[in-house]
Every structure is written in C-alpha cells, then in structure tokens.
C-alpha cells in the first residue's frame, strides 16, 4: 500500500478495491469453520472443554469497554450510565462511579503521577453524546473528577473530538509506557495524555485515506512483526467492500505504517493476545469483529471472535452482535457486547473460558 507525507500522521493509498478482492480469495481456507467446542443458545466456541455465554451480572445493562483486575473487570455501561466492577463469573455488579455516556476505561498503573489504581474514562462533555469526548477521574471513594480536554485536530468533523472509543494506558517496557492514550473516532485521532493531564495528537488518520478507528493496544516486546508498537483497529470510511477492516501498526511517533498486522477483517474492534493457560493459544492476536451492526441487520448474530493463524484471521467464535471489546482476565476471555440481547443498548458481557 502505497501512503503520502503530510503534516498529519496517517497511513493509506490506493488499490483497496483489488486488494480487498485479493484477500478474500486468500481468506477461503483461513475462514473455513472449524469444529465447534460448543453448539446451542447462539454462541459457538472453537475449543473443546472451553465454555461461552453472557454473564450473568445483575447491574450491567450495556457493557461498552472493560480493563482486567484480577479474577474481575471494571466495565463501563453507556446504558447504566456508570462505571463498575463485576466478577468474570457474575454476580452484582458494584458501581465505581457515575458517568454518562461512558466509553474507554483504563485502571492507571504505579507511578503516573499519584493515580495508581485509579479509573479514568473517555465521555463526552456533560453526557451529549455529539459532545467532544474528555477524560474523567474516578478515584477510590467513587468521586467523578474531569482530567483532561483534547484538543481540535485534523479535519474530520471539524478536527473536534467526537465519538470517544478506547482508553488505554501504554505498555509497560514500550515506548508509550507512562502515559494514557484516548481514541476519538470523530475526528480519526488518537491523544496522548501525560499525568499532569496535558493532552497532545499523537497521529490523525484523515489523510490521504480517512480511517474509521476503535481500539488500541500494545504487541508484546517480543513479538516478530511489531515488538512494543502500538496497534490499532481500523477500516476505511470510503470502502464499500467487505473485509477491509484491518489492525494498524502506529510507530512511537504516532505514524501508521504502510505494513498492516492484520488484515481480511470487517468491523475490527477490541483484540488481545492471550495469555498463558488459553489452551495452547498463548501469546496468539485474537480479535472482536462486529460485521453488520445491529442496527442495520435487524440484529443478527454478525460478531465474530478472530484468531491470527499463519497470518490470516481464522475464524474461533461465534454468536456475537456488536462486540465492543475483548480483554483477557486470567484464562477468560471477556467481550463487552452492547447489543448482545439483540438491540443496541441491551447487552451483556460475554466470556470465553476453560471448563477443567
């Protein structure tokens, strides 16, 4: 793929037609479903002796993005308008705090200024959706504090920070380590946030190709394709085929590479690499995809679960709607899916785990 300086940070070119074409003939043996470990109730996993379903946690109305604590997760509700922690087994779901319209949630690690162990959140300004999206601070007696304001930038949508997706913090060992990331679909950026609560662009994804983006993580420092780089799920916004979604490669700079980690996806949103104890899964890419969302297919079971396999996305799991997230909490896997019950703003977490 072929991509342009500019004074923004971007990647893309041009040939996305044929390439899409390219991918789909080279996916017909990647994507040919495997033997499932699970049949009924809509839900279908590949692994035998592993166990999928929604968790039942009385609280949780639509689960958008969680953060891994231990054998729990702290999940923010866009419905139940708050943050809370709940088991990855179930259960009452505690509330952490109040906050409307709540997307990306990040648990701040030792050593970023004096938050460690707090929650921080990207929302929009006074709970308007159409607002632009800021960072709060929740700390552990559960009060609501804002953080930090991002600024304009590039051209989407007037450069504002609309439509807040994923919040994280950056990798530890990385390049991006000690400071906290927001994404903002809006206006196609990513922030860098220092713990002073300074906000800065790291990339904007508008130009020459603008790009939708969701989610972001970090490759582990011994990965063979992206050591400690940053990683992002994408598609572009002008493509009407199918599997072009991709995950993006983002260098220190905040540069997207011409090299893609993935590609031959639809919707990619959340992805992970599992850990130790994912049947023999471990250090494996595997990512959410929404497909159609629900509210243009009536609201089908369209999400997949993907894993990297000989560098192609082989379908693991089925039965999903709008899955949003996908973190690993110990040996579960869990997805946050909004829609899960079949319409937008009625969901549930969905977990993947081993039955031995």
Request: with cysteine; net charge positive.
């Amino acid at each position: 793929m072929n991509s342009r300086k500019s004074t923004s940070r971007r990647g893309g070119g041009s040939g996305f037609l044929a390439g899409a074409i390219a991918i789909a003939a080279a996916m017909a043996m990647a994507l040919a479903v495997p033997a499932r470990a699970q049949e009924g109730k809509g839900y279908n996993a590949e692994d035998f002796g592993f166990e999928m379903g929604p968790v039942k946690a009385k609280g949780l109305l639509a689960p958008v993005y969680a953060q891994a604590a231990g054998d729990s997760v702290v999940v923010s509700d866009v419905a139940a308008g708050g943050v809370f922690s709940v088991a990855v087994v179930g259960g009452n779901a505690t509330a952490a705090g109040k906050i409307k319209q709540p997307a990306g949630v990040a648990i701040a690690p030792d050593g970023f200024g004096s938050y460690g162990g707090q929650i921080f959140v990207l929302a929009p300004e006074g709970g308007d959706a159409k607002a632009p999206c800021a960072v709060a601070r929740v700390d552990k007696s559960g009060a609501v504090s804002s953080f930090a304001k991002l600024p304009a930038a590039g051209s989407l949508g007037g450069g504002k920070p609309t439509e807040c997706r994923d919040l994280e913090f950056g990798a530890a060992g990385s390049p991006f380590a000690g400071k906290l990331y927001a994404v903002t679909n809006g206006n196609a950026t990513i922030y860098e946030i220092e713990s002073g609560g300074k906000a800065r662009a790291l990339g904007t994804y508008d130009k020459p190709l603008a790009w939708e983006i969701h989610n972001i993580g970090f490759a582990p420092a011994g990965d063979s394709k992206a050591p400690n780089a940053m990683l992002l799920s994408a598609r572009p916004r002008s493509e009407t085929a199918s599997r072009v979604g991709r995950i993006a490669i983002i260098d220190a700079s905040g540069k997207m590479r011409d090299e893609f980690y993935l590609v031959g996806l639809i919707r990619p949103t959340g992805f992970a690499f599992a850990p130790e104890g994912f049947d023999n899964h471990a250090g494996v890419l595997f990512v959410a995809d929404q497909g159609k969302l629900a509210a243009e297919n009536k609201g089908e079971r369209a999400g997949r679960v993907y894993r990297l396999f000989k560098g192609m996305p082989r379908e693991y799991a089925t039965g999903l709607v709008d899955p949003t997230c996908l973190r690993f909490a110990g040996k579960t896997m869990v997805l946050c899916d909004p829609a899960a019950r079949g319409k937008t703003n009625s969901g549930a977490l969905v977990t993947i785990a081993p039955t031995y």
